[in-house]
């Protein structure tokens, strides 16, 4: 099973267990041009404990959007989850923030760029926690529902129907932190492989 733990799915798996409060995970790649712990300053991260960005919107049919046994995967994923093995009350009861997904509504292969991902563990509590570790060591096995640990952090908190916050800016290629309101925007960070491979858009 270690061999399996490369790349991308090292940082849920070092979500998973370090005991670090506030969790930030950085892609590599990513040059920083602010202090990130401002983050953490932001409404929706003191009223949740999360901070997660959006992707580029991509319509194909794979990943969240994928033929899962006849039937789109994310769809598939929510009626049929074991919630009970979690502690979680039965029933099919997706978040208002789910169903207005790009993903749930068949336009986008995802919704989440996980090159900074913000996580308070205490706040997020065991069951988020054992949820995360089902989707990278037994899930991610039978389906691939994500490039690479995309969708593995928000899938977690959706699927234990604990609240999270996305930023409301599109691609986290770059990141406006907004101040008070007579203040500019500011870039926080940005995608260093974007800088030297962009993507026709």
Same mark, same amino acid.
């Given at each position: 099973?270690?061999?399996?733990?490369?790349?991308?799915?090292?940082?849920?798996?070092?979500?998973?267990?370090?005991?670090?409060?506030?969790?930030?995970?950085?892609?590599?790649?990513?040059?920083?041009?602010?202090?990130?712990?401002?983050?953490?300053?932001?409404?929706?991260?003191?009223?949740?404990?999360?901070?997660?960005?959006?992707?580029?919107? @991509? =319509?194909?049919? #794979? *990943?969240?959007?994928?033929?899962?046994? &006849?039937?789109?995967?994310?769809?598939? %994923?929510?009626? $049929?989850?074991?919630?009970?093995?979690?502690?979680?009350?039965?029933?099919?009861?997706?978040?208002?923030?789910?169903?207005?997904?790009?993903?749930?509504?068949?336009?986008?292969?995802?919704?989440?760029?996980?090159?900074?991902?913000?996580?308070?563990?205490?706040?997020?509590?065991?069951?988020?926690?054992?949820?995360?570790?089902?989707? @990278? =060591?037994?899930? #991610? *096995?039978?389906?691939?529902?994500?490039? &690479?640990?995309?969708?593995?952090?928000? %899938?977690?908190? $959706?699927?234990?129907?604990?609240?999270?916050?996305?930023?409301?800016?599109?691609?986290?290629?770059?990141?406006?932190?907004?101040?008070?309101?007579?203040?500019?925007?500011?870039?926080?960070?940005?995608?260093?492989?974007?800088?030297?491979?962009?993507?026709?858009?």
């Amino acid at each position: 099973m270690a061999s399996k733990f490369r790349s991308w799915w090292i940082k849920p798996l070092a979500m998973y267990y370090t005991d670090v409060r506030h969790v930030m995970l950085l892609d590599v790649d990513d040059v920083i041009l602010k202090d990130p712990a401002i983050v953490r300053s932001l409404d929706g991260y003191v009223k949740t404990g999360t901070t997660f960005f959006y992707d580029r919107v @991509i =319509t194909q049919r #794979r *990943f969240l959007t994928g033929n899962d046994s &006849g039937e789109m995967y994310v769809h598939k %994923l929510l009626r $049929e989850f074991d919630y009970a093995r979690f502690n979680v009350s039965k029933g099919l009861a997706p978040s208002q923030q789910m169903l207005n997904t790009f993903a749930h509504r068949g336009k986008s292969i995802h919704e989440m760029d996980s090159s900074m991902v913000l996580i308070d563990k205490k706040r997020a509590g065991k069951t988020v926690m054992d949820i995360l570790f089902w989707f @990278i =060591t037994e899930e #991610r *096995f039978r389906f691939t529902y994500s490039w &690479g640990d995309k969708e593995t952090f928000r %899938l977690a908190f $959706e699927m234990a129907r604990a609240p999270y916050f996305f930023r409301p800016w599109g691609v986290s290629v770059y990141m406006p932190v907004q101040g008070s309101d007579d203040e500019e925007a500011e870039i926080l960070y940005m995608n260093g492989k974007a800088l030297i491979d962009p993507q026709k858009v």
